[in-house]
């Protein structure tokens, strides 16, 4: 018999945009435990957003950015007789969030040389146009799933 599906914890929007979302960014920008930091962090990106995208509201930009880079389909390993296939599979809405911001926040963190707010708003402004690392990510993402298509019958 299968187990009770776990409850997930209710997330606290943060204070400055009242958005689940950016509350859940800042958990993702955060290392060692350092939140306050990296809620200054996402705050002065999401500041210079609104100046460098002339855009009022950088939630927007944010939003688009996010969605952008969400891939619909990812490769998962299984193996068959013996032998590996990836199989294609579609992405569940939470997964495509968790990628998404992950894809963003590695693209900003491998860049060196600028501040890492400077990094997280240049990336997030190239993702919400549709270029950058994290769509270029999400591209090849989505070549994997498609040049895999033969296995998909492995599917479970």
Known sequence: ????????????????????????????????????????????????????????????????????TGPTMEVRSRRVGGANYQIPREVRPERRQYLSMKWIVDAA???KGKPMH????????????NEGEAVRKRDNTHKMAEANKAFAHFAW
Not at 22 to 33: D, P, Q, R, S, T
Not at 52 to 57: E, G, L, T, V
Not at 118 to 129: P, R
Request: net charge positive.
């Open 1 to 68: 018999m299968r187990r009770k599906l776990k409850a997930k914890p209710k997330i606290v929007p943060d204070t400055r945009y009242d958005s689940e979302r950016v509350a859940k960014f800042i958990n993702y920008v955060m290392l060692e435990g350092k939140k306050t930091t990296a809620r200054a962090v996402v705050y002065r990106a999401l500041e210079e957003i609104k100046e460098k995208a002339k855009n009022d509201n950088p939630l927007e930009v944010f939003e688009a950015a996010l969605k952008n």
């Open 109 to 111: 963190r491998s860049g």
């Open 118 to 129: 400077t990094k997280l708003a240049d990336e997030i402004i190239a993702a919400s146009n």
